[in-house]
């Protein structure tokens, strides 16, 4: 009896130790893989903006169509929405507008124009899990007809380029 009964619990100790292995978490999506980027970035800009920090809520920030190197799989409008996502999630953040007027003269409102590019400044790095791509992404902020508010923020780090989507215009790595 008593081997039976320890015949039973193993096997059931194996099948719920099995059922656990296979439980993978889900591989990350386009978006949450752009989350990260775009909240650190969104922090950094943030962290000693331009602009005075008394009220942020009276500032705009509109965001030019962003520049990025053709060997990254992300498309501008993807990250220009994940950097709108980033800034607005962020505690005390100004208003935030995927928006371009056609013209704009100088303007006394507190309007601030953001031109992000973000560029592959090395080869991907393979590791036995993943591929991750250093990148540099810097920030451009300047007022509408000011060219003295001109003002520069970048930075560096990597992405999972498994965790981003594959373009037809992309290699697999």
């Known amino acids: 009896m ?12 194996l ?13 990350p999506d386009a978006r949450e893989a752009l989350r990260g980027l775009a909240d650190n970035a969104a922090h950094g800009l943030l962290e000693a903006p331009p602009w005075a ?3 942020p809520a009276a500032v705009t920030i509109l965001l030019q169509p962003a520049e990025v190197d053709a060997t990254l799989p992300i498309t501008p409008d993807a990250l220009n929405e994940a950097l709108a996502r980033g800034l607005l999630s962020q505690e005390n953040s100004p208003h935030v507008l995927d928006w371009m007027p056609a ?7 507190e309007q601030w124009l953001l031109q992000a590019r973000l560029s592959a400044e090395a080869p991907p790095l393979r590791l036995s899990d993943r591929v991750l791509q250093p990148y540099r ?37």
Not at 15 to 21: E, M, P, Q, T, V
């Open 15 to 27: 099948i719920l130790l099995g059922g656990c292995a296979g439980l993978a978490p889900a591989p």
């Open 53 to 55: 920090p008394a009220d």
């Open 137 to 173: 992404l810097q920030f451009d902020l300047s007022r509408p007809g000011d060219e003295r508010s001109h003002w520069q923020w970048q930075a560096s780090g990597a992405v999972d380029l498994d965790a981003l989507p594959e373009t037809e215009s992309m290699p697999a790595p």
């Open 2 to 13: 008593k081997s039976l009964f320890d015949t039973l619990l193993l096997g059931a100790l």
């Open 103 to 109: 013209s704009m003269s100088r303007s006394s409102s």
